[in-house]
């Protein structure tokens, strides 16, 4: 095996692309990444060689991924409201983090993985967005080949269900994203009307812990009301929106005036039209992005 040292820089995306798509929180993928080094380490230690070191941090991050899915399984069970994954904030100048910025790494899809069990979602994940063949799943998860094939065929058929729709020319991405993002700002029902697909749906996530819809929103008018109503309330509390990419997908940070984060929005584009707002303001999957702000309080000042 090379050195460990030498290739974390190499491995470490790898491992996190893979522990993150499992889990859709950033904090326990770079918990499984550091523990899966530490493992990798200590087998290195022990004598045991690797042919392949990446195909080894694969098999070491998916085992820990699938162990810390089915523990927080039950916590999920009882979340309060719509669970969304933490968002994760990508940039081509942050090659730490870097993560391939596909359709399967978007909030919308994050949110249709949750359905499948955990080495369901393991095996989808491996072939469909990491290219390995059924052998190699096979080994990573410790099943047959035959068994993973049926695996792939259900998760597949399960997904392709739910599978969300985009838009595929970014710039027509883009500047629907801008649109819509001023007209949330101005609070303007009409340009929101006519952004918004027929079919959208809102899905907020306050863990219990924040002010959000307890049930998705859905319908032009129904989301362009409660997004201008956002947007005003917003403008009287200085309230900033700051266009970022979420998971690979058009969004914005919302901060408070002094800088504390207070939510990330994400959206869903096809057609020429927004088909999902997410809107993570859950303090606690937000503390990856700096210092967080008190939504709570913010609103009772008002």
């Known amino acids: 095996m090379t050195d460990l040292a030498v290739a974390h820089d190499d491995l470490r995306p790898l491992m996190f692309s893979v522990a993150y798509r ?9 918990d499984v990444v550091q523990e899966a080094f530490l493992r990798m380490h200590r087998a290195a230690e022990s004598g045991t060689r ?37 968002p994760l904030l990508t940039s081509d100048d942050d090659p730490a983090r870097r993560v391939e910025e596909t359709e399967t790494l978007s909030t919308a899809f994050l949110v249709v993985l949750e359905t499948l069990s955990p080495v369901e979602r393991a095996v989808f994940l ?6 390995y063949g059924y052998d ?22 399960h997904i392709e269900e739910r599978r969300p729709r985009f838009e595929a020319s970014r710039d027509r991405r883009d500047a629907l994203a801008r649109a ?14 006519h952004l918004l697909a027929e079919e959208v749906v809102f899905h907020g996530d306050g863990g219990g812990k924040t002010a959000a819809v307890r049930r998705p929103l859905t319908g032009t008018l129904q989301v362009a009301r409660f997004l ?16 970022v990419t979420v998971n690979g997908q058009r969004g914005a940070r919302v901060s ?24 993570q303001i859950n303090p606690d999957k937000l503390h990856h992005l700096g210092p967080v702000g008190d939504l709570n309080a913010l609103l009772g000042s008002r």
Request: with cysteine; hydrophobic share 45%; aromatic share 4%.
């Open 126 to 131: 491996l072939r469909e967005v990491f290219g």
């Open 22 to 30: 499992m889990l859709g929180s950033v904090s326990e993928a770079e």
């Open 256 to 279: 408070a005036a002094d800088g504390a984060v207070l939510g990330v929005l994400s959206l869903t584009i096809a057609d020429g039209r927004v088909v999902g707002v997410h809107n």
């Open 180 to 193: 819509f993002f001023a007209a949330v700002r101005d609070g303007d029902v009409a340009a929101l009307e």
């Open 136 to 157: 190699e799943i096979a080994a990573i998860v410790e099943r047959t080949e035959a068994n993973c094939r049926q695996l792939m065929t259900r998760a597949r058929k």
């Open 228 to 243: 201008a109503n956002l947007g005003r309330t917003g403008a009287q509390l200085g309230v900033v929106m700051e266009p």
């Open 50 to 86: 690797a042919d392949s070191p990446e195909a080894y941090a694969t098999t070491v991050t998916t085992r820990l991924a699938i162990d810390a899915l089915r523990s927080a399984r039950h916590r999920r069970e009882q979340y309060v409201g719509p669970w969304l994954p933490e």
